[in-house]
């Protein structure tokens, strides 16, 4: 069974990993857990707020196709390793995904009551939600 793992970054306090099935985008993976990755669009492709680096198993990934290749040229800070969450797929190797500080404010955004914890505790909750 494949792993991700996402870094570290302003509101996950350490590295988490954790198991991942094939097929499973890394949007779906971030979002059960409760990992702070936006999804404005609601992962149609149609936005660019689950923009995430990829900085392990970018080659195991299908390639990206054109819809997710226009959307990524309206993202901030676009790299090499640069994927959309809901369009990348985990294949069967572990990845390493950084979260983009882009997808960070887009989760806060869409998710007033965590933003409003972290405001008061300066905590980052986890509020996994469930995709069907
Ligand atoms: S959630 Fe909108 S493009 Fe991925």
Redesign the pocket.
Known sequence: MPKVKFLKNRLLKENIEVDAKGGETV?DVAAERGIPV??????????????VYVVKGFDSLEEMGDN?AD?LDLAFDVRLESR????AEVADEDLVINITEESLKAYLDENPQVRKHLEETGEFKFVPHHHH
């Open positions: 949007l936006g999804s404005n669009c609601g992962g149609v492709c149609g936005c660019s707020t689950c923009h997710e959307r959309l969450g809901c369009q």
